[in-house]
């Protein structure tokens, strides 16, 4: 983002206004230079966004939330923590939990349970909290000692409770681009972005760390932002000059365009074909690579299915 | 990938016999200098995949599967084909499945409606297929027409007979890394990456293009490559030079390290804060940052789930 951009970010009402932002404190703004070129001007330091202020907003919007959802005469939102074993670190992250929920008018209980608890009775736990009409959320404190498969646990809640965002539906919604519950700090990641006014569409992002209750869903919430259209496949749209020498080049493009020789219609992929097959190490054609594959690889997916083999 | 790495995969046993690679017409291969270096020589093009090939060795895999099911006293595997419309594409794509299956002793139908139908009426299609115990496989052609919607459709498809793979539930079993029909084209691109014998584990890949239903499950199954790790997190792991002037840069890292100073224990991030913050733009400390954030956003989906807002 060039700095002219961020200089006009910088001074827009909403976010002076905002308190999560602090300028740095050595931001230099020469007068002499402004009537030459407005885009000039000296910066040293990044403006640190502070989390726990704009926290602090977030929980004020949730405590009105809360009040007016109350005030229809609606039972007051309840969260259940299960919290397994002594490690210091979750028994911390739960003590923030609770307190924060308190801070906001959200009743909250913690169910301790010993390290040598079973997978078997954190089921049975997840599944009296399911169909308890008091609890509207529900949180497995991760991670669970090695006996225990932490996603069987997390898959145990109903996807309606599950405010970690962990469940396979919650998950598989958020990258199919309909309204889930978010894993949190994905959530928190999105929330800093946004309401700090910076624009992530078009944008290349960087999300180093690929784990899957942070790194993915991360990639996925910025994957999805803005609409995204049905691939519309672009003749030679990929150039031998985008291609590192020796790269694999797998084109999955369809496109019908007309030969300038004989007129007629000829199937394209997205690649520029002649060009980059002089400086990739594979590539697959089109017509002739992935299509067929394609059909290949449906005919074993209803193998798997009359096999029962994933279900 | 380096050339000479190449050139070890190319005389492997197992992709020298591969019916599906076309060797480069005019590969040159130097006797004279093979002794000195294993890793020179010269190549002009790139290995052309046949999809066309691995297709048929796929089919040959698949056959032997429906035979040796049936031999079994199974009955025969049954895809269900619903074609909407009279789109020449979608019709040649449903007779190149029909064909494929019926090859590879796959049974199969294609239920065709009108441009008009309704969206009611094939939801009501979907659910008496998902009853069918004849029925093994359900595929929507898409495209749909517009005043159906397609998500809604592919949804109703029970999760065991999505042989498309676009269910929410085999989405977010692929993202979590669990067993899940996966969507075709993502599937084909996978095997023909893997059968040819291309190593993706830790290499930079770029998928152009972010559609729901090709893009995105490719970025997903080659994000999933190999074993996940929980987030280690690397005290200073991101360092200025990592770090484009200008950019935002979001810390979700939580490191406990011992200050030299004072020797007590200090929370940090992955990034070094300090030098990174006199290059970006934008920036989040540790503590205080995506910490409380996230705590706050936990609070949110509790009220969602409380007031019933997704679901």
Same mark, same amino acid.
């Given at each position: 983002?060039?700095?002219?951009?961020?200089?006009?970010?910088?001074?827009?009402?909403?976010?002076s206004?905002?308190s999560?932002?602090? &300028?740095? @404190?050595?931001?230099c703004w020469?007068?002499?230079?402004?009537?030459?070129?407005?885009?000039?001007?000296?910066?040293h330091?990044?403006?640190?966004?502070?989390?726990?202020?704009?926290?602090?907003?977030?929980?004020k919007?949730?405590?009105?939330?809360?009040?007016?959802?109350?005030?229809?005469?609606?039972r007051?939102?309840?969260l259940?923590i299960?919290?397994?074993?002594?490690?210091?670190?979750?028994h911390?992250y !739960?003590r923030?939990?609770?307190r924060?929920?308190?801070?906001?008018g959200?009743?909250?209980? !913690?169910?301790l349970?010993?390290?040598?608890?079973?997978?078997?009775e954190?089921?049975?736990?997840?599944?009296?909290?399911?169909?308890?009409?008091?609890?509207?959320?529900?949180?497995?404190?991760?991670?669970?000692?090695?006996?225990?498969?932490?996603?069987?646990?997390?898959?145990?809640?109903?996807?309606?409770?599950?405010?970690?965002?962990?469940?396979?539906?919650?998950?598989?919604?958020?990258?199919?681009?309909?309204h889930s519950?978010?894993?949190?700090?994905?959530?928190?990641?999105?929330?800093?972005?946004?309401?700090t006014?910076i624009?992530t569409?078009?944008?290349?992002?960087?999300? &180093?760390g690929? @784990?899957?209750?942070v790194?993915?869903?991360?990639?996925?919430l910025?994957?999805?932002?803005?609409?995204?259209?049905?691939?519309?496949?672009i003749?030679k749209?990929i150039?031998?000059?985008?291609?590192?020498e020796? &790269?694999?080049v797998i084109?999955?493009?369809i496109?019908?365009?007309?030969?300038p020789v004989?007129?007629?219609?000829r199937l394209?992929g997205? !690649?520029?074909?002649?060009?980059v097959r002089?400086?990739?190490?594979?590539i697959?054609?089109?017509?002739?690579?992935?299509g067929?594959?394609? !059909?290949?690889?449906?005919?074993?997916? *209803?193998?798997? &299915?009359? *096999?029962? @083999?994933?279900?």
């Open positions: 983002m060039p700095r002219n951009l961020l200089a006009t970010h910088c001074t827009t009402e909403h976010n206004a905002a999560w932002l602090s &300028a740095p @404190s050595f931001l020469s007068p002499l230079l402004e009537p030459l070129c407005q885009c000039i001007f000296l910066r330091e990044a403006i640190v966004i502070s989390g726990t202020e704009m926290a602090k907003q977030i929980q919007e949730i405590q009105q939330g809360v009040e007016s959802w109350i005030s229809l005469g609606n007051r939102p309840h259940s299960i919290l397994v074993g002594d490690n210091p670190a979750s911390t !739960v923030n939990k609770i924060a929920a308190s801070t906001v959200i009743c909250s209980e !913690v169910i349970k010993p390290q040598t608890v079973s997978q078997e954190l089921l049975d736990i997840v599944d009296q909290l399911n169909v308890d009409p008091r609890v509207s959320g529900i949180l497995v404190q991760l991670p669970l000692p090695d006996h225990v498969e932490e996603q069987t646990v997390c898959n145990g809640i109903t996807p309606e409770k599950d405010v970690d965002g962990f469940h396979i539906i919650n998950i598989g919604r958020l990258c199919l681009d309909q519950l978010i894993p949190a700090t994905a959530s928190a990641v999105w929330e800093i972005i946004k309401r006014g624009e569409f078009g944008k290349n992002v960087v999300v &180093a690929r @784990s899957k209750n790194g993915m869903p991360i990639a996925m910025l994957h999805t932002d803005g609409e995204h259209q049905r691939p519309g496949g003749p749209l150039t031998s000059d985008m291609v590192k020796g &790269a694999t084109d999955v493009g496109n019908y365009v007309q030969d004989t007129g007629k219609m394209m997205d !690649v520029d074909f002649e060009a002089k400086k990739a190490s594979f697959t054609p089109v017509p002739g690579g992935v067929p594959m394609t !059909v290949a690889m449906l005919l074993k997916n *209803t193998l798997l &299915a009359a *096999t029962k @083999s994933v279900y």
